[in-house]
């Protein structure tokens, strides 16, 4: 209508306060200069993107001149909202039987039926009264940090000591998958400018954390890639096949504030995130049968169970049910699966392994995916038996969860231990202290000294409580904070080589230190 012969998109952030992710704008403007360009007769410009040092507008007269409008893409918004729609749930048994979440009969799948009621129905389940695992969380020093971030936290020693034990842990874990699995190190920042990080970040949308500087650079929010742009450097034949990269990623993820909980739902956190690169889809398959099963026996550990949700691609779905009815019977019961039809996703198969809460909630702490898109994103490759160059396929997992996730399951399963009566107890591998050695009196410190060094030479964490307060206080004390194992040490103890030893949520024992290492 103004009859224009040149157009000239121009990207000028000043118009808005609601401004949209660096890579997310730099797309708008370029797929608007291609649409542009090649529906207009005219010359077509495009400025570079944050360009705006200086520029002059002047009103020429005409009616049109001071018209500005703003454009929505309310179409492709139902688009997505009616590819949403067509997602749906099911039900599947071991036996392979497909059932309607809302007719299943959930008779003895009690967390079954807490899962479906949050994801199928999207019902809101537990809070109210506040978490019990919290107290415990201030007892051993998991905080909030209140100098930084919203879901940022600081970790007191006592609490270092466990992340540092789990990360340790994690490794352990992996190592017993059977395959060579090596630990890397790297870097938390990437650039956008990379197109297969533009790519991949574009999933996580508004969920990135972006650092402003001399380029556009987002904070990482797993491993992937540091791992993958390491990966696509080293060369790899079949034989070397299936193998694993192991990374504590710290990670960023930018949760709504309301949505941030301590110990749970963080913006940053630590990852022990495992990759797993295999030939192809066959080999990715039979490796996830040992990975289910060595996730399934770490929660199994703390005594609990996982209940579990399959999101998998209706092409995977129609294909490979058989294999998730596999999965089923390996957990003894049926499991929860939704199917995405028509959409492309780097993975076919992302599993979230949930618990239920002491509250009735839903919590996610393992995963693994079956991933078929990075390994050709990232220019990742391998050599087959053909001397023909090949993608594998990859695996992510976090076996044990993020660490301060599994540190949640533990909490949360002493406080289910608390509220059926029993004396909550950390597993003795994970305590900061293992033994607090409690000497009767002075004359009686050189004995507990001796047995901590002998305890202490055997890699067991020991302190001794030699403060001038009476027996009974000292006692209670380290029962407060949880010591598996408390020793006192008078003269006769002294005299017999021997320890009086209460075990936290157990007996009273005289035993010899020797026999103390052993237990």
Not at 193 to 208: N, Q
Request: hydrophobic share 40%.
């Amino acid at each position: 209508r103004v009859k224009a012969s040149s157009i000239v998109i121009y990207p000028y952030a000043h118009l808005s306060n609601e401004l949209a992710r660096p890579y997310t704008a730099r797309d708008v403007v370029n797929r608007l200069y291609e649409v542009v360009r090649s529906e207009f007769g005219g010359d077509v410009h495009k400025a570079p993107f944050g360009y705006y040092k200086a520029f002059e507008l002047r009103c020429l007269g005409h009616p049109l001149s001071e018209l500005s409008r703003t454009f929505k893409p309310e179409q492709a918004r139902q688009e997505r909202r009616g590819e949403e729609r067509r997602d749906f749930y099911v039900v599947l048994t071991p036996a392979g039987e497909e059932y309607d979440p809302a007719k299943f009969d959930y008779g003895g799948y009690e967390d079954l039926r807490i899962l479906v009621e949050k994801e199928v129905f999207k019902k809101e389940l537990g809070g109210g009264a506040e978490p019990r695992y919290l107290e415990y969380l201030r007892k051993f020093g998991f905080e909030w940090e209140p100098m930084s971030d919203v879901g940022h936290m600081r970790y007191a020693p006592e609490a270092t000591v466990m992340m540092e034990l789990v990360e340790d842990y994690a490794y352990t874990a992996a190592k017993s998958l059977g395959i060579p699995v090596f630990k890397i190190r790297g870097t938390n920042m990437f650039k956008l400018a990379e197109s297969a990080i533009e790519t991949h970040a574009k999933l996580f949308g508004e969920r990135l954390y972006v650092v402003e500087s001399d380029t556009d650079l987002i904070l990482r929010y797993a491993a992937c890639f540091q791992q993958f742009a390491m990966a696509k450097d080293w060369v790899v034949s079949y034989r070397h096949l299936p193998f694993g990269m192991l990374e504590i990623a710290d990670s960023y993820r930018h949760e709504q504030p309301g949505e941030t909980v301590l110990l749970f739902r963080l913006r940053r956190f630590y990852m022990p995130d495992l990759h797993i690169f295999t030939r192809d889809l066959p080999e990715a398959i039979n490796v996830t049968y040992k990975l289910h099963e060595v996730i399934f026996r770490e929660i199994g550990k703390l005594g609990r169970s996982y209940v579990s949700l399959y999101n998998v691609t209706e092409d995977f779905y129609k294909s490979h049910r058989q294999y998730l009815a596999e999965l089923a019977r390996r957990e003894g019961k049926p499991i929860l699966v939704r199917v995405l039809p028509g959409q492309k996703y780097y993975w076919v198969l992302n599993v979230e392994f949930h618990i239920i809460d002491e509250l009735g909630r839903p919590r996610e702490v393992a995963t693994f995916q079956i991933d078929v898109g990075n390994a050709q994103r990232f220019g990742i490759k391998y050599v087959d038996e053909n001397n023909q160059t090949m993608y594998p396929v990859i695996i992510h997992t976090a076996i044990l969860g993020s660490v301060e996730r599994y540190l949640y399951a533990v909490f949360d399963t002493m406080a289910k231990a608390e509220k059926e009566g029993k004396t909550p107890r950390l597993p003795t591998w994970l305590s900061p202290v293992q033994v607090r050695i409690i000497p009767i009196t002075k004359d009686n410190l050189k004995y507990a000294v001796e047995v901590a060094d002998k305890l202490e030479a055997e890699g067991i964490r020991v302190d001794i409580d030699d403060r001038d307060e009476t027996l009974s206080k000292r006692v209670r004390e380290a029962e407060t904070a949880w010591v598996p194992y408390i020793c006192v040490v008078g003269a006769k103890e002294a005299g017999e080589g021997t320890l009086s030893v209460r075990e936290r949520g157990g007996g009273q024992y005289k035993m010899t230190p020797a026999e103390l290492v052993k237990k």
